[in-house]
């Protein structure tokens, strides 16, 4: 071999050395150099059910979480993620390289989504909660929660539906579908009530509605724990004999005005189920999601001969409590005049 061919056999070796180096160390750079949240926070990214890949790169582009566009959308059609958009909450961490998102995304490896929620109301509330933290909007969720048959699908009325949900916090997927949703506060509800809470409400010869419907009361009426089923005592044994449960907080319910201090004869006077002043007995439905603590406050009531019970004067949040209407009177004006002094009306 001359020399002209062995220099030739040898600049093509360094050209072909030289094209292969650079397409290596260009492919590194697409597939593992960072390329999502260069020199950021790590982030989430939302694909929302039915997305298309154009509807990812949008979010992707609008949040500014991609750096280097063109060898992102190279890789993913490389690897045959465009075809398959799995919906969902996804992290994307800082200084992420395309091929290790992409593989997540492609897996539908998602973040699952802690959902708390306490000190529900009403079911529009509980509605606005949920809605915030998963894709179900909140539309969607209030009609259900509304909705009189599909509460009788899982064994309740509309009036009771809000008894199914157990405040607690709750792992699950943000694209959780509504029917897997409520499947799952189901299952929830019924692990709850497990054997030894559903015979201790058998031998109270209540149902696990009205023990929910008396524990929303009890909720209402004080946030001290140690209270709790103290308090219970009181409806129970107001229940056995047939006395109106008078129960402020229902009447609030039922005017549809939590902010109210003081009950006066005009409050008592609205013509609802919900207005234990005007009807014996539980009403039709919970006034509020009651929280574990008071559900098991009934459950385990405290076992008293107590009739009544009021606010304490010094206004700390708990309660005297009297056997007697006439003791009781006395320790409802202490209380009056407490509000008075304060000029609450």
């Not at 009807?279 to 008293?304: F, M, Q, R, T, W």
């Not at 001969?305 to 006439?326: I, P, Q, V």
Request: glycine share 4%; with cysteine.
């Amino acid at each position: 071999m001359n020399s002209k061919s062995m220099q030739f056999k040898a600049g093509t070796i360094i050209t072909v050395g030289m094209i292969l180096a650079t397409f290596s160390y260009y492919a590194y750079q697409i597939f593992f150099t960072a390329n999502l949240q260069v020199d950021k926070k790590e982030t989430y990214l939302y694909v929302p059910t039915g997305a298309s890949f154009e509807t990812l790169t949008d979010s992707l582009n609008k949040n500014e979480i991609l750096n280097d566009k063109i060898s992102f959308y190279f890789l993913s059609k490389l690897i045959g993620y465009r075809e398959k958009i799995k919906p969902g909450k996804y992290l994307i961490k800082s200084n992420m390289g395309n091929l290790e998102a992409l593989k997540m995304l492609k897996r539908g490896k998602q973040t699952p989504v802690k959902l708390t929620f306490n000190n529900i109301r009403l079911k529009k509330d509980l509605a606005e909660k949920i809605a915030q933290k998963l894709e179900i909007k909140f539309e969607q969720l209030d009609s259900v929660l509304h909705n009189p048959e599909y509460a009788q699908k899982y064994g309740y009325r509309s009036e009771t539906f809000g008894c199914m949900f157990i405040p607690n916090t709750y792992e699950m997927y943000w694209n959780i579908s509504l029917e897997d949703f409520f499947n799952r506060m189901k299952t929830e509800h019924d692990k709850f009530w497990n054997k030894t809470r559903r015979e201790k409400a058998e031998s109270m010869a209540y149902s696990i509605e009205q023990i929910t419907i008396l524990a929303s009361i009890v909720e209402a009426e004080t946030n001290k724990n140690d209270e709790k089923s103290r308090v219970a005592g009181v409806y129970l044994n107001r229940l056995k004999i047939n006395m109106p449960l008078q129960a402020d907080p229902t009447v609030k319910f039922a005017v549809g005005d939590f902010s109210i201090k003081r009950i006066y004869s005009g409050h008592i006077a609205k013509d609802s189920p919900y207005n234990t002043y005007k009807y014996s007995g539980l009403p039709p439905g919970p006034i509020n999601i009651p929280s574990i603590n008071s559900i098991d406050a009934v459950l385990n009531y405290e076992k008293h001969n107590y009739l009544y019970f009021c606010a304490h004067h010094d206004l700390s949040g708990h309660h005297d409590f009297a056997t007697t209407y006439e003791e009781h009177l006395k320790i409802a004006e202490k209380y009056r005049k407490a509000l008075n002094k304060l000029n609450i009306k």
